[in-house]
């Protein structure tokens, strides 16, 4: 059992370590007939996790070229349509550089997946950390491409969006959150941060980081808009629970909320009550989403509102104590190119697997209801 595959009707196939020749995915069980550009619809996301874009993510320098190799009749604009066959997807590494990794080859770096590798497997791919390295998120970013499309197809309208929320102890401001804060200026920075006056901090707090070879945690919130009430299953096929163990599969996140999260705890009945009156056009109107759109592991029709938390990277500059693979207490450094903050380049991760969920979820919807 490797546990390479997620998703059920909509199920995605990861492949490829962080300094093989490529990696790359399968999905199947996509519908016929959907449509897509590679470049807008697929390169663009892509282009959002790809590293050294920044002095604040990885200076790894990796072009993230995604290639189709099946699954689709691709016309004379380049348009691809898919024809209901499983979609292999192909990028290519280019600039892998295992030299780097030559001090953790018997050492394990405290917090990475070093020691439970070798514990498990009883060997380990020292370079880049192999399948461990977050390299093969690229993969889930591809294939949540593809399901954004089915989304698209399925439930016009449907929109899903993420953004940087935390930084260290500096958080956006409570007004902001849920929703609230501004779409626009997501793209406008380098931490996908929806808040101009926050990311100014976090360019100031974030070069302290890198500069003193450390790291720093994070946290994401992805957002799914106009997604139809009915989604999810009872009782172990419900939308939060898929939702956070998509979300938990990230590397790094530690935590996920789905709606107020762990901030229920302190809520009275009243304060939690998303109470319910007769909207526009018959429809039901919800005074508030303190459940973050699922009741009952089912959608409800509010917006999905999901987020979770990154630990900081473990890859750092300062010495930490470890041991080797005889056992012997020994000292690491872990040079080369890291991300100082791993939740930047983790929300079009989380978006991606959003949108993964989703899409599995309209397809077993429509499967077991016929709507
Ligand atoms: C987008 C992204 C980039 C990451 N980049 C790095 C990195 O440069 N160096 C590193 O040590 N860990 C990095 N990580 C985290 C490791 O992949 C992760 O900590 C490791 O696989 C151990 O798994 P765990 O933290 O989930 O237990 C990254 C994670 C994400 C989501």
């Known amino acids: ?31 016929p007939g959907i449509t897509f550009r590679v470049g807008n619809d697929i390169q663009s996301f892509l282009d959002k996790r790809r590293p050294g874009q920044s002095r604040f993510v990885t200076q790894r320098r990796e072009l993230d070229l995604v290639k189709v190799l099946s699954g689709t ?190 901030a229920v705890a302190e809520l009275s009945g009243e304060a939690n009550a998303d109470e319910i009156r007769s909207g526009p056009n018959g429809q039901p109107q919800f005074l508030s989403n303190h459940a973050g759109g699922i009741l009952g592991g089912i959608s409800s029709g509010q917006s999905i509102i999901c987020r979770f938390a990154v630990k900081p990277t473990s890859s750092i500059l300062t010495p930490r104590r470890t041991i080797d693979e005889t056992g012997a207490d020994t000292e690491i450094i872990t040079k080369g190119r890291h991300d100082p903050c791993v939740g930047i380049r983790a929300v079009p991760v989380g978006e991606a697997m959003m949108a993964l969920v989703l899409a599995d979820h309209l397809l077993r919807h429509r499967g077991q209801t016929g709507r």
């Open 1 to 31: 059992m490797s546990h390479n595959s997620f998703g059920h009707l909509f199920r995605l196939t990861t492949w490829g370590e962080s300094h093989g020749p490529a990696i790359g995915c399968v999905i199947d069980g996509c519908p």
């Open 73 to 262: 009749l691709e016309s004379n604009d380049g348009t691809h349509t898919t024809t209901g066959t499983p979609i292999a997807l192909h990028i290519d590494n280019t600039d892998q550089r295992s030299k780097d990794y030559g001090n953790i080859a018997q050492s394990f770096r405290p917090d990475h997946a070093d020691y439970t590798y070798f514990k498990k497997y009883g060997l380990r791919d020292h370079r880049g950390g192999g399948r461990s390295s977050a390299r093969e998120t690229a993969c889930r970013v591809a294939g949540g491409a593809i399901a954004r499309r089915v989304i698209e197809h399925l439930s016009p309208g449907a929109r899903i969006r993420g953004a940087l929320v935390q930084i260290g102890t500096r958080k956006i401001p409570a007004a902001q959150w849920g929703g609230n804060w501004s779409s626009d200026h997501i793209n406008d920075n380098d931490f996908f941060c929806p808040d101009v006056d926050t990311a100014k901090a976090w360019t100031e707090d974030l070069d302290r980081v890198r500069k003193a070879g450390s790291s720093v945690g994070a946290a994401i919130e992805i957002i799914a808009d106009n997604i139809p009430a009915g989604l999810g299953a009872p009782i172990y096929g419900k939308l939060d629970s898929d939702l956070a163990s998509a979300m938990m599969s990230i590397n790094a996140v530690k935590a996920v909320e789905i709606g107020d999260g762990m």
